[in-house]
């Protein structure tokens, strides 16, 4: 059973989802989204995925009000960005962020914080050196963006998995 379904929460959310996207019941798309979500879930079976282990779950709430109101800052100023065709400050580049964070799962969280809010794109993370490459698309002050990532996501991680 575990080999089929290895994550069936997983297969069965991807199924819930692909009937919410077709917004049909018909048999055939029953059918197609049950096929694609029991491949889904099998092939993360190969992942060999751990559950995170949380040490303080009620942070889990904050952190997410704190990406939600960050992804709602950073739609309107991409927005922004886009309407004034870019005459802003700031300029698009790259920025190499040290992390405390070695956790796979803490890294995996930060990477989904990170590609949810425009303008930003986790480009690489260095395991040796343990940095993290972000693309920004409107850069004024480095250092804001460093003390970004690292007080306000990587800390909070940092705390939940501790």
Same mark, same amino acid.
């Given at each position: ?12 959310? %991807?199924?819930?989802?692909? %009937?919410?996207?077709?917004?049909? &019941? ?5 059918? &197609?989204? /049950?096929?694609?979500?029991? #491949? /889904?879930? /099998? *092939?993360?079976?190969?992942? /060999?995925?751990?559950? =995170? ?23 309107? *100023? ?7 065709? #870019?005459?802003?400050?700031?300029? *698009?580049?790259? %920025?190499?962020? =040290? ?18 809010? =425009? ?8 395991? @040796? *050196? ?12 480095? @250092? ?19």
């Amino acid at each position: 059973m575990n080999r089929v379904f290895p994550h069936p929460v997983l297969s069965l959310g %991807l199924l819930v989802i692909w %009937l919410i996207l077709q917004q049909s &019941l018909s048999p055939g798309n029953i059918v &197609l989204g /049950a096929i694609i979500a029991i #491949g /889904a879930g /099998a *092939a993360t079976g190969a992942l /060999a995925l751990t559950r =995170p282990k949380l040490k303080k779950p009620w942070l889990v709430p904050v952190l997410f009000v704190v990406v939600t109101i960050d992804i709602i800052r950073s739609n309107v *100023a991409v927005a922004w960005l886009i309407l004034t065709q #870019g005459s802003g400050p700031g300029t *698009a580049r790259f %920025l190499e962020i =040290p992390l405390e964070l070695r956790d796979p799962n803490g890294l995996v969280f930060l990477s989904m914080i990170i590609t949810s809010t =425009p303008g930003t794109v986790w480009v690489e993370h260095d395991q @040796q *050196a343990n940095t993290l490459l972000l693309h920004i698309l409107d850069v004024i002050d480095e @250092q804001e963006w460093i003390d970004t990532i690292k007080g306000r996501y990587e800390r909070l991680i940092l705390e939940i998995l501790a």
